[in-house]
């Protein structure tokens, strides 16, 4: 047995309360060198003397099964449950070489009656306070999510174009500063149409005042662009989606502020005078002409979002700033009714900032909806009280790599994906936002090499994962589109209704309709040996889909041809069936 392999961390991804009563524990050992685990388990009180008059822990014993393979290692899982919500727990692994041993909190002994009576080598879960438990709104476990980039996906007033905006050309390439006049009201006159598409959750990049198209560079957070609208149209807006069931996610910039917000100018005005100078964080004034590192200028005066001169980075250190940034979280919550936060760059603010803002969001809406832009391992923010997911690019990235690219192999990518899926809560990973491709990426069909049914197939595998899967606008129209700009040209609106539109709306659809089982249920990924990936989900239904990535057809087998009406059917290359139990 390869014991340097065996890893449990109380209190973790390891050891979480998944609700009230359910207690899940992992374990990790090495890559097929164990043939079994049994936990070992009871309450810590439960102790009573035998005959002898010797106190013996009276415990119980479950086996545990193999719930993953990662690249390095295996995954075992179990679920217990205890009557009087404690619980003590020691791990009894047997390796397939014979050797068995027991796991404890004071490390590795022989499996030995003695042995399991020693009461300080258990793990311990003194109290399962349900209060502790790591929750994550339901809702989003059914929800299909859409991500419209305001400014392009439907001009509804044309009274509040900006100068120079361009024709509504969809066969447009963008330039950087290019305006095209989309709003609110765009949106509103087109609700009913994602209503019919089947989404029911809409995710806005910025909508608050600021000079670019894309809004990132905040000037208030208190106003509505006024390219987009008022906030009369907003509040419309969000009780028409309300009513179609949708929910509302705002995307928040809190790692810095648009060169042009009051503050920011006011420091350029009054230098270490200003008011706001501690809310920046300034090594030197004055400030400007900015010193740009990665022009060798030497040091900046100032901390920016990456080397941008005209995204100064926000001290939310200072209680004043978080005061104001809490001040705006509640408001559009409380006055507008909206359901979630994205947070951008949420990696580069402090933990202290993201405890506060938790708190205040939820204070007023119990199952709001915390997202956390990060692009790598979120274990220390997913720990309950700071995000409820974040935006899943380890995982969608990974898929592409192999789907899009084949950079890895299926068997490389389901390790890798399983690997993933064991970095968080059961209940955490069920609110990441899987999504292939936004605003900052080039579009799904231009990375699938603009072949359609590729495009459909990798979005099928997401939409059959863990987590709310995200459509970027225009991806049901068969948009496709370069690197940004090129990714954010005019919503084709000539394709709705047509074959693509079909394909994604049909996709949709399965996942809304499977929500318990594709929401919540649990998640195992293999490659068969045919090559075909096979995804089982099991809750209320159980479900299977298969997917061919290989380059030529495959024999399916019995279950899943018989599920498509086939006598003896074959995969095609890029093809794809959902089977339902
Ligand atoms: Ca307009």
């Given at each position: 047995m390869i014991t340097s392999a065996l890893r449990h961390r109380p209190e973790s991804e390891d050891c979480f309360?998944?609700?009230?009563d359910h207690l899940r524990l992992r374990l990790h050992t090495a890559k097929?060198?164990?043939a079994s685990v049994t936990v070992i388990a009871g309450d810590p009180y439960w102790i009573f003397a035998d005959a002898s008059g010797q106190n013996i822990f009276k415990y119980t014993e479950t086996k545990m099964t193999r719930i993953g393979q990662g690249e390095t290692q295996d995954y075992w899982g179990v679920t217990l449950t205890a009557p009087y919500h404690r619980v003590q727990y020691q791990f009894v692994i047997e390796g397939l070489d014979g050797t068995k041993m027991l796991l404890g909190d004071r490390g590795l002994r022989a499996d030995t009656e003695a042995n399991r009576q020693e009461l300080s080598n258990y793990f311990r879960v003194p109290y399962m306070h349900a209060i502790d438990a790591v929750q994550t709104p339901d809702w989003v476990k059914r929800t299909v999510w859409y991500q419209i980039f305001p400014e392009r996906?439907?001009?509804?007033?044309?009274?509040?174009?900006?100068?120079?905006t361009k024709p509504w050309r969809p066969e447009d390439h963008p330039g950087?500063?290019?305006?095209?006049?989309?709003?609110l009201q765009g949106v509103l006159d087109h609700l009913d149409d994602l209503q019919k598409l089947g989404v029911n959750g809409l995710y806005f990049c910025p909508i608050f005042a600021?000079?670019?198209?894309?809004?990132?560079?905040?000037?208030?957070?208190?106003?509505?662009d006024p390219a987009f609208g008022d906030k009369a149209l907003f509040a419309k807006l969000v009780k028409a989606a309300h009513k179609r069931g949708m929910k509302i996610m705002l995307d928040a910039v809190f790692n810095h502020m648009g060169y042009e917000s009051m503050q920011w100018q006011d420091v350029l005005a009054?230098?270490?005078?200003?008011?706001?100078?501690?809310?920046f964080h300034i090594n030197?004034?004055?400030?400007?002409?900015f010193r740009n590192p990665i022009k060798g200028?030497?040091?900046?005066q100032y901390e920016t979002f990456?080397?941008?001169?005209?995204m100064p980075k926000l001290n939310t250190a200072n209680p004043e700033v978080q005061d104001y940034l809490l001040t705006v979280a509640k408001y559009w919550v409380k006055?507008?009714?909206?359901?979630a936060w994205r947070l951008d760059v949420?990696?580069?603010?402090d933990h202290h900032f993201w405890r506060r803002f938790y708190s205040a969001v939820t204070s007023i809406k119990t199952d709001f909806y915390v997202l956390g832009e990060v692009w790598h391992s979120s274990q220390p923010w997913l720990n309950?009280?700071?995000?409820?997911?974040?935006?899943?690019y380890a995982y969608t990235e990974l898929t592409m790599d192999h789907f899009?690219?084949?950079?890895?192999t299926a068997t490389q990518m389901v390790a890798r994906l399983t690997d993933q899926l064991m970095l968080y809560r059961d209940q955490v990973n069920q609110v990441m936002l899987n999504m292939l491709?936004?605003?900052?990426?080039?579009?799904l069909l231009t990375l699938a090499h603009d072949d359609q049914e590729l495009a459909l197939q990798t979005l099928a595998f997401i939409f059959t994962q863990t987590g709310a899967p995200c459509i970027y606008y225009g991806t049901e129209m068969g948009m496709d589109g370069d690197n940004d700009p090129d990714d954010r040209?005019?919503?084709?609106?000539?394709?709705?209704?047509g074959a693509t539109w079909q394909s994604v709306a049909a996709l949709i659809k399965l996942r809304r309709k499977y929500a318990d089982t594709l929401g919540k249920g649990t998640t195992k990924l293999s490659v068969a040996p045919n090559g075909l990936i096979v995804v089982e989900r099991v809750g209320e239904q159980k479900l299977t889909a298969y997917f061919n990535t290989t380059d030529a057809p495959v024999q399916l087998t019995t279950d899943a041809a018989l599920a498509q009406g086939y006598a003896a059917g074959k995969l095609a290359p890029n093809g794809f069936v959902i089977k339902v139990d």
């Open positions: 309360l998944y609700d009230a097929d060198d164990i996906f439907a001009n509804g007033d044309s009274n509040n174009d900006p100068v120079g950087r500063d290019d305006f095209y006049g989309g709003d600021a000079s670019s198209n894309h809004k990132y560079d905040t000037i208030d957070y208190l106003e509505i009054n230098g270490a005078q200003s008011r706001f100078a501690d809310w030197e004034f004055p400030v400007m002409p200028e030497g040091q900046p990456a080397f941008e001169p005209h006055e507008f009714d909206i359901d949420a990696n580069e603010v309950g009280g700071e995000f409820s997911g974040v935006m899943n899009l690219t084949h950079k890895q491709d936004s605003h900052d990426t080039a579009r040209r005019p919503m084709d609106w000539s394709k709705l209704g």
